[in-house]
């Protein structure tokens, strides 16, 4: 396996920026593993049928949003990183026991945006929005 390698942008001798270059087979097997978590939340999602299920699944879906909102952004994708983020914490507060009303809509709304995003790099930024207002209003 190809480890990742930096790149150092430098001008008159000082370094101006450093890059990232992620290999293409940790790409891949990043891309693997957040195709599996997104299917995770979906698995999960075809047992609930309203806010009631998603309190009960919350530890389960938490687990799955934690892996993505570390992996997207490694691999160029912050946007599907930032929805993550705002849907682990929602499902964090909500294992510590609150119960926003419409969570339900709003993480089937997700999960579709997430596959979506996968398959053809689609703006998640209407769908951040959304989970954001769900959080700032628990």
């Known amino acids: 396996m190809k480890k990742l390698s930096s790149i150092e942008y430098k001008s008159n001798g000082q370094i101006l920026a450093v890059g990232i270059v992620m290999s293409e087979e940790f790409i891949k097997l990043a891309t693997k593993e957040i195709n599996e978590e997104i299917l995770g939340i979906g698995n999960i999602l075809?047992?609930?049928s309203d806010d009631s299920t998603i309190f009960q699944n919350s530890d389960k879906l938490q687990r799955h949003t934690h892996k993505i909102k570390g992996l997207a952004p490694m691999m160029g994708k912050e946007t599907m990183?930032?929805?993550?983020?705002?849907?682990?914490?929602?499902?964090?507060?909500?294992v510590a026991g609150?119960?926003?009303?419409?969570?339900?809509?709003?993480i089937t709304l997700s999960h579709a945006e997430l596959v979506q995003n996968m398959n053809n790099n689609s703006n998640l930024e209407p769908t951040i929005v959304k989970v954001k207002n769900l959080l700032n209003d628990m």
């Not at 990183?81 to 909500?94: C, F, Y």
């Not at 609150?98 to 709003?106: C, S």
Request: proline content about 4%; hydrophobic content about 40%.
């Open 98 to 106: 609150k119960t926003p009303q419409g969570i339900f809509d709003v």
């Open 46 to 48: 075809n047992s609930c």
């Open 81 to 94: 990183g930032t929805l993550a983020t705002v849907l682990d914490d929602i499902l964090k507060q909500v």
